[in-house]
């Protein structure tokens, strides 16, 4: 009985949550004296995966197929069946989170999300996981005998562990669904908040939208998605869908840096799943400093055009 892991992945390429939920596996798969197996759809070079401690590596190869939630949930099932494992690990990702319950439902399993270290005990099977915001954490157990373990991102590190994998190409019998993608036309060509690995978000002590340019543009050099606070949403200064906290979206990506917002409560519910955080703002006593990695005391229209100028000579130095 094997560990089955579902690496995603974005234009044929492995994200890092992929590669995170790889090692859980894997460090899961050493826990039961098991092998780890992962499949993956439309992945360029799904041999990459063996770096990480797959035993086995299913790929789908079917250009044909555009995300959809049922069908991959009925190849993850497949492969499951076929791998003879019962428990799945997926990742956080908006594409894990509209798989996961329809994957736990076709495998009748019982399913923890947001999952943030390996099982601190086998029998009774108990994972520890982010609840209430993420301000707190629960212990919980999973009773069913089959298991699927959402992990939530930046909780488990990647962990090389070569091993010399079976690498087969899968091809699942796909059952009819009542709904299939036939195409994809992206919004625009901005990266998604809830998939970025950078995130530039800025406050209202910017004054006003016309100073956004200037967060576009450090987003534009870190290759990162804009995000916003929510009174600068509700002001119209920037779209909804960049609002970002409690009552927003989540953002747990590998860098936050938050300009000129004062970090409440409701804020810091919503980002702090980020694994560093950074800070520029003009008032040393901004509950943000407390709750960030790296702070700036500054004037954002002073600290964040240097930053830009900067960021731009290391890309040439260094290109
Ligand atoms: C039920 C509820 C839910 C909420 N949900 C959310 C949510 O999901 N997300 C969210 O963001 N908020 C949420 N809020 C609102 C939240 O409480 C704060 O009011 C909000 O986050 C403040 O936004 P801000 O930090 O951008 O603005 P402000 O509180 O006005 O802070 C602006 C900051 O900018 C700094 N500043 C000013 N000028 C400069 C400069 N030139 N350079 C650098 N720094 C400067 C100031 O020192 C200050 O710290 C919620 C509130 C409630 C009651």
Redo the contacts with the bound molecule.
Sequence with gaps: MSVLVYADNSEGKFKKSALEVVSYGKALANQLNTDLTVITINATEPEQLQKYGANKILFVKDDSFIFNAKIYAGIITEAAFTSNTNIIIIDSSTNGKYLAPLLAAKFNAGYVSNVVSAPSNLTPFTVKRKTFSNKAFSNTVITADSKVIGLAKNAFEVKEDPTTAEVEEFSPVLLSTSVKSESIEKASGKIAIADADIVVSG???LKGPENFKMIEELADVLGAATAC????SDMGWRPHGE??????KPVAANLYIA??????I??LA?VNASKTKVV????PE?PFFKAADYGIVG???EVVPQLIEKLKAFKVENA
Aim: hydrophobic share 35%; no cysteine.
């Design positions: 406050g209202r002590g606070s929510k009174p600068v609002h970002v906290g409690q009552t927003g300009i000129a917002i004062s970090g409440a409701q804020h919503g520029i703002n003009t008032d901004a004037d954002a229209f």
